[in-house]
Every structure is written in structure tokens, then in C-alpha cells.
């Protein structure tokens, strides 16, 4: 059972940045994979962003180019770095990770509001 704790939300004006956390239970190297999703009122779960045991990383179209997946292998954790922000990114951000089992884990999620 892998435990993610995610932070780093909160309210942002447009065209600001957040960067959000997720620390894991376990070494992330045990880990296939681990990203983050989102999921804005009235929308389904969408990905935003993977990074796997490799270090190969993959974004959503909408965030491409705008935020970046890294991790801290000695402090198990991964991060999103979220500039530029507009107000569509606003969303309950969760953290996810793919065991070796193909068996998922999440975060308890984090709001992301971008407002002025």
C-alpha cells in the first residue's frame, strides 16, 4: 500500500505559478510511474502530466509548455511545477502512482483556484 500526500494548492491570479508536492510512502523508484491529474467542476479526470521510472515525462496539450514534472528521488517525492496559469487550470489537483502490479495509488488532491 503506497501513501501519497499531496500539497501546494491554493488561490493564484492569472499568469501566476504554484508548485505542488507529493510525497510518497515508499521509494518512488518501486514505482512504474507517477503523475498527476485533475479534475475541474463538471469535468471528468484528465492527466496532466507523468513521469516514470525512467524519467521520461509526457504532458497534456493544455499544460505543455507551461508545467514541468520532477521528482526528488531522496526525498520520494514528485513535484508540478504550474507557471503561467490561466483560469481553465482551475481544478482539484491529485498526485497518482503505478505500482509494478499495475495497481493505482492516490493523493487526497489539492485545489489549484486562478482567479483575479
Known amino acids: 500500500q503506497v501513501q501519497l500526500v499531496d500539497s501546494g494548492g491554493g488561490l493564484v491570479q492569472p499568469g501566476g505559478s504554484l508548485r505542488l508536492s507529493c510525497a510518497a510512502s515508499?521509494?518512488?523508484?518501486?514505482?512504474?510511474?507517477m503523475g498527476w491529474y485533475r479534475r475541474a467542476p463538471g469535468k471528468e479526470r484528465e492527466l496532466v502530466a507523468i513521469i516514470t521510472r525512467a524519467g521520461n515525462t509526457n504532458y497534456a496539450d493544455s499544460v505543455k509548455g507551461r508545467f514541468t514534472i520532477s521528482r526528488d528521488n531522496a526525498k520520494n517525492t514528485v513535484y508540478l511545477q504550474m507557471n503561467s496559469l490561466k483560469p481553465g487550470d482551475t481544478a482539484v489537483y491529485y498526485c497518482?502512482?503505478?505500482?509494478?502490479?499495475?495497481?493505482?495509488?492516490w493523493g487526497q488532491g489539492t485545489q489549484v483556484t486562478v482567479s483575479s
Open positions: 497518482n502512482a503505478l505500482s509494478t502490479a499495475l495497481v493505482r495509488y
Open positions: 515508499e521509494s518512488i523508484f518501486s514505482l512504474n510511474a
